[in-house]
């Protein structure tokens, strides 16, 4: 992951903020009404939580590969400074 360009992981964080914006939707709009059965309320709360899931796994990716860059440039200065 440490290859991934500076735009494809800010598209990437963009995904995840919209994945959990979804997600968060229609965790708050489901609600058991007249026509709503069980089995579509609950697959309403699961494809909610996939996108959040989704979502903050997108965001722990991108944090991990920042992490990782930062460190290997990090790394390249100290042997840098040594020589």
Request: no cysteine; proline share 1%.
């Amino acid at each position: 992951m440490a290859d991934i360009p500076e735009g494809r992981l800010i598209v990437f964080w963009i995904i995840g903020a919209l994945a959990i914006l979804f997600g968060t939707w229609i965790a708050g709009h489901v609600e058991t009404a007249l026509g709503v059965t069980t089995g579509s309320y609950a697959l309403a709360l699961l494809v909610a939580f996939l996108l959040i899931l989704f979502g903050g796994l997108a965001w722990i990716a991108v944090a991990v590969t920042v992490s990782q860059e930062e460190e290997v440039s990090m790394e390249q200065i100290r042997k840098q400074t040594r020589s």
